[in-house]
């Protein structure tokens, strides 16, 4: 039995030819592997089939966060050389978190000219550098104040994973890469998950009786930065802002009572849920998370879990293996390569 807690224990072979780059053009086709944690039966089957495995009664978990236009591209002022970068989030009304990568060692009191990559006609939009915070992070103070999403709908894209071979995000992808219940904007990358629902699949699951909560968990860079250290015991998340409302807490204790499921849709669900039950009941909950879920943790709010397959060596692959069983989740990745299942953001 591999070491749970060493990092090398949650790494696989994966071909690059089964990695999605581009999206199916109907969503609910993609294929779904259903994983029993009680037998350890594997089936084969679509996502439209979601619904045969709910009951009426279960309450599907959906991270209701939206993503931003948060890659942007321009130049350093002082060189006009190439500047490429990715707004995190904002610190007050008037500053910005935001890393970047350019030729030569930026330093505070510089600033970075963004061009649209929408309209020419939009004057640049400058970022003052004013303090360079750990692992590569700045704060800045932009040249426009007000809402954050607009503006940066005005002047950046969509901040696709780089495994996608694309820098700036398509057409196709403004609609793709949302989920249809997105609402709350605050996101860096999409809580993939939740890509696979339509409307048709969502109304199938409320005629079968599975009831809906939302959360919102705005996810960051943390979430998928490598792990650096081999004991994971060594590894700090980065914190990202959740929500789970009193409304929500409420329907989820219900469903508890009642014997039925909590089904989350997503590892961005799941840190939101088990963050919100840490005393062992959910709870409404507002405000940063750094939880970090290895085996051998015990899971408190969630029943079941729907989930993209992930990167090796990812925390997200490590919370599957805590949360399934190590052994049945390693040997579901080799029967999905070996079926040649779609891998990441846009895949099965």
């Excluded at 581009?22 to 089957?45: F, K, Q, T």
């Excluded at 909560?213 to 802002?241: N, Q």
């Excluded at 929500?243 to 499921?261: I, V």
């Excluded at 849709?265 to 909950?285: C, D, H, N, W, Y």
């Amino acid at each position: 039995m591999p070491d749970l807690n060493l990092l090398s224990s949650y790494d696989y072979q994966l071909p690059t030819s089964l990695i999605a780059s581009e999206p199916l053009a109907d969503r609910s086709r993609s294929r779904l592997l259903v994983v029993n944690r009680s037998s350890g039966a594997i089936e084969h089957r679509h996502f439209d089939e979601l619904h045969t495995f709910l009951q009426s009664g279960d309450t599907l978990v959906l991270n209701q966060t939206k993503v931003l236009h948060a890659r942007l591209f321009g130049y350093r002022d002082k060189t006009g050389g190439a500047w490429e970068g990715l707004f995190l989030k904002t610190v007050d009304p008037n500053r910005w978190l935001i890393i970047g990568q350019c030729g030569g060692k930026l330093r505070p009191g510089e600033s970075i000219s963004v061009k649209s990559l929408h309209d020419d006609t939009l004057p640049l939009l400058r970022l003052q550098l004013i303090e360079r915070l750990e692992e590569g992070q700045w704060l800045v103070q932009p040249s426009q104040s007000g809402a954050v999403e607009p503006l940066l709908k005005a002047y950046g894209c969509l901040p696709l994973p780089p495994y996608m071979k694309r820098r700036v995000s398509c057409e196709q992808d403004e609609q793709s890469y949302q989920t249809v219940y997105a609402e709350q904007a605050g996101a860096v990358a999409a809580p993939t998950a939740g890509l696979h629902f339509n409307s048709d699949i969502l109304k199938a699951l409320e005629t079968a009786g599975i009831e809906q909560a939302k959360v919102t968990l705005h996810v960051g860079i943390g979430t998928f930065r490598p792990i650096k250290a081999e004991h994971l015991a060594e590894h700090r998340m980065h914190s990202e802002w959740c929500e789970l409302s009193e409304a929500t807490a409420a329907k989820l204790q219900h469903t508890r009572a009642a014997g039925k499921r909590i089904v989350a849709i997503g590892t961005t669900s799941v840190r939101t849920l088990e963050t919100a039950s840490r005393g062992g009941q959910i709870k409404p909950f507002q405000g940063e998370t750094d939880i970090f879920i290895r085996p051998p943790y015990q899971f408190q709010a969630v029943d079941a879990l729907v989930t993209n397959f992930h990167l090796p060596k990812s925390s997200l692959l490590v919370m599957i293996a805590a949360f399934a069983g190590y052994d049945l989740v390693m040997k579901a990745y080799q029967e999905a390569i070996d079926q040649g299942y779609r891998f990441f953001s846009y895949g099965d």
